[in-house]
């Protein structure tokens, strides 16, 4: 069955970054230069193709995007500037629009003002409702920051975090879903028997917490500086969703729980500046074009991060209502950053990333022992 | 022919021959061969020291003949008749044994191959004591010149030829100039207007003094020779007129090819498929719509249309790529929201600006879509409902999908054919055509222009297809050409020619028929037969044909080949 095209696709990637991929004259120099690019998942060269004749359908159903990393050697090889690595992330940001059920991503990415605004209320949001809720169900009283009579209870809080999570894991999980039936229900892809999934099942968790593909890019630093991040951030993500009790007692230092939080703090402070000071200079080709998404990321975790340390410190240099302020302040930062950005844009990779190159496996390991046919479409028919 | 002293000599050609053949046995074994003086070997005989070899032992030694043992006469026969012309020797007192082409080359037993080299050098010196010195006689030359074809090609050689002073007379079929050029809109990559071009062109060698236009009129005979043609035209009033033109220059460009012929592309049954020449109409006139009036949304161009293909052209069209990519921007243009989609199964856009040009169309976002040569794209009208009005399938070769393109107007880039009548043409001027029917130059390299008929040139895009500058550059190569033989003054006839000796000749006229050159005339008075020796090629046709042994073949007397035959026995 013939692919319609759809010249218009182009227009619409153009909205999520992909803006040089009408430069690509399909030499093909990315995929050769991309250490992970290999058949059947040939990439960029292929996505910008699909790309640029505008066959939506067969870049929605692609793993490719998703088992780049964006290492930018790619874009350093193109001799015509056409950008592939930066066409990848664009394609990226698409397939997280077309995987979103809400729409929402979609909005997001495309409108500036629409980030700005969604940020906006929902930190307003955020800020009125834990105001609200310190004075008529919560301590009461600005100054008392932790123990009884805290301006906002540590239970309260940790059933806030709770329900937010499982919301938010739900909107992911869904949106994950929807993934897996873009990309492995297609009518390139014959179904996999539930063996193989459970078979391979261990590679989500094992590319997850490694990212051990990302080490085989050439360039090294940027899976260095993602690691570290990725971890900061898990690690502190843990502190506030188990240790919580732990982490905002004191005023002394609890240090079984605090010499991790320390730590996640510096690493995701440090990686976040080193990021910023990356786009700012644009020397790197993976820095070079900065989306809107990108800044607004980059700008929520910072702010959460500092906001984060000045709390902290001002509760244990005896400053309560401050340090009060502060953690409204912040979670006016941490709500928006994680409603807004994990289930509908850029931190929802986490997800997907994993996701994809266990299809991928899976795929492969279905081609290997014959029982589907290959999960991609047929290749060209030899020119006579 | 006792008192002949021969020289030879024996070339290794570096290694090319003497890697094979034991040269210094070769030229041993010729001294022992009466008439032979002398006998060298040397390790390139065309080099200056080697023709100056040759040119000493001819004044120390008294030497009257030379043979040459190396390559291919073609090659070096003109350098090394050259060098005993220099001696003071006439040139035809050479004789050459090909040791490298018909000996080294060919064979690996360096014993075997010595033999044989020894044979052919014995040949050479078996024929060269009955070579007889010839002299080549001149002619005097009309400096007037017959240009066929008021293409672009055409018009570029009559403004310079009548520029430099010279009577040019222009035939043209059509009743205007201009060709295939006027057919077009703007021209590739500077996007200049084709018709700007032209127009200043044939203003100037319509005014020109020197150059005499015949719109609308056919040459319909070419009698005489190199320097003295009498071209004969049939006129627009039908009248007959005959010319003197010295030099006849071809320049008649091409046609494109038959769109019709490729049933799945459906031109001439779908109305929205057109040709490139009619999409350069329509941007002429200035209205780029459909048949029914409408703006096209989607435009595809559909290159290789007849051309690279086992059915009809295997020969690239060279000019169809930058072209198409042409219609990209001159579409864009018109029409901002078009969408441009390039068929095509290479993009070859080459020449100057083409690169920066194939760049800019992907940059103004023109999709290129890559089929197989064996698996062309069918295009077929669309559904009812749909958003266009054809629907173009694609086994497409990059991303491997078979995809459906939506398509209001599509362009065939259809091919360059020789124009129909070139054979014709051909055959009225004395010259060949190869087997897709171009005009064939004399050298493909060395000699672009001209023809193996001396006097008769080519140039443009009747030799192959060409693009403007190519055509206008060809055009004026011929014109130097041209000019260079106008400043002599008159034309040099080959010493080599065949004669009729009149007392054998019985008026059979069977030569007639065999010459392959037109040398041949008939004097019904006298029933002779006599060569034009300034048409005459030399081939022999007429001499092993003649029944009663009336031709011979300067150079390639009875005497010389049978003693050569003996020799190398």
New interface residues.
Partial sequence: ?????N??L?DELQGFGAKDV?????CGNCSAACTHSDDPYVFP??SM??L????EK?LRTSLDPWLCYYCGKCSDQCP?GAEPGETMMGVRRWLTAEYDFTGLARLLYRSWSAELAAVLTVALLTGAGFLSFGFLRGGGNLSVYDGPGAFLPIHAIHFFDWTMGIILGALLSINCLRMWHFTMRSEHTAPIPLSLYLRHLLLLPLHFFTQKRFRHCENKTPWATHLVLMLSYLTMLTLIMVFLRDMQSGPEVNWYAHSFGYLSAIGLVTTSILAVHGRLKKDAAYHRHSHESDWMFLGLLLFVSITGIVQHILHRFGFPMAANITYIVHLMGVVPMLVLEVPFSKWSHLAYRPLAIYFAQLQLAAQAEGKVPLGT?????P?? | MAEERIGVYVCNCGTNIGKVVDVAAVASSAMEIPGVAIAHSYKYMCSNPGQEMIVQDIEENKLTRIVVASCSPRMHEGTFRGAIRRAGLNPYMLEMANIREQCSWIHDDPIAATEKAKALVHAAIQRVKFNEPLESRTAPMCPSTLVIGGGVTGLTAALELAEAGQQVYLVEKQNHLGGNVARLDLTAPYLDSAQDILRNWISRVERHPNVRIFLNSELIELKGFNGNFKPRLRTEDGELLELDAGSVLVCTGFKEFDASRIQQYGYGRLPDVITSFELEAMLRQGKLQTKSGKQPRYVSIVHCVGSRSQEFHAYCSRVCCTTGLKYAFEIKSALPAAHISNLYSDMESFGKGCEEFYRKASEARTSFVMFAKNQLPMIREADAGENCSMLITVQEQLSGEEIELPADLVVLMVSMEPQQDASHVARLVNISCDKDGWFIESHPKLDPVATTTDGVYIAGACQFPRDIPESVTQGRAAVARILAKVAQGNITVDAVYSEVQDKLCSGCRTCFSLCPYGAIEYNAEKHLSHVISAVCKACGCCAAGCPSGAIKVRHFTDEQICNQIEGVL
Avoid: N, T, W
């Avoid at chain 1, 009408?22 to 399909?26: L, R, T």
């Fill in positions: 069955m013939a692919v319609r095209a010249p218009d182009i009408v430069k690509c004259y399909q060269r292929k193709h699909y640029q004749l505008g066959l067969s015509r479409p047929a290749k060209p028919q020119v006579a």
